[in-house]
T-cell receptor
């Protein structure tokens, strides 16, 4: 079956512009996560959605970052007024249940470059 | 808060055994996961320890000791394709908190 997909694969934007990143999780997975990874670094948790529960937004670095998940499936991560420090690979993951026994399935990521 | 420490780099020879250690500080967690990431690729799940002890999955094994705040990933019969970054991650009820990763280089 299809894995997690993300679009676009690459995004170059100018400082101050808004960007939207999209994630399509694996069908049937109730939990969806966003992480970001700077060059040579580990993954930094941003936000996760579990079913109809309120999302855990504890990892969002500032109020310029927001995310939504429509219909329990597709998710969009929005970054407003982008800054150069926002440049990173943004990874989406999904799991069958919350926690998923520690197993999350990752998409290929969106590489964001802010000029 | 929570933090995880791993060696930044490890080098080993093809066919050998290598152990990647992970020490952590946390107020609570459900388990410890391990992920592999090749250059430019997505992280892929390797192993998970919810309980203390050893979990074996083919050539990969993972160990957890909660009393020592310590875990490790053991890779046996190393192959060139095992050259990648390896991350330990604390499972905190959904979200994963990752270490900075260990870059493993396998030499012929």
């Amino acid at each position: 079956g299809a894995g997690v997909s993300q679009s676009p694969s690459n995004k170059v934007t100018e400082k101050g512009k808004d960007v939207e990143l999209r994630c399509d999780p694996i069908s049937g997975h109730t939990a969806l996560y966003w992480y970001r990874q700077s060059l040579g670094q580990g993954l930094e948790f941003l936000i996760y959605f579990q079913g109809n529960s309120a999302p855990d937004k504890s990892g969002l670095p500032s109020d310029r970052f927001s995310a939504e998940r429509t219909g329990g499936s597709v998710s969009t991560l929005t970054i407003q007024r982008t800054q150069q420090e926002d440049s990173a690979v943004y990874l989406c993951a999904s799991s069958l249940t919350e926690g998923g026994g520690g197993e999350q399935f990752f998409g290929p990521g969106t590489r964001l470059t802010v000029l | 808060g929570q933090s995880l420490e791993q060696p930044s780099e490890v080098t080993a020879v093809e066919g050998a055994i290598v152990q990647i250690n992970c020490t952590y500080q946390t107020s609570g967690f459900y388990g410890l996961s391990w992920y592999q990431q090749h250059d430019g690729g997505a992280p892929t799940f390797l192993s998970y320890n919810a309980l203390d002890g050893l979990e074996e999955t083919g050539r990969f094994s993972s160990f957890l000791s909660r009393s020592d705040s310590y875990g490790y990933l053991l890779l046996q019969e190393l192959q060139m394709k095992d050259s990648a970054s390896y991350f330990c991650a604390l499972n905190q009820g959904g979200k994963l908190i990752f270490g900075q990763g260990t870059e493993l280089s396998v030499k012929p």
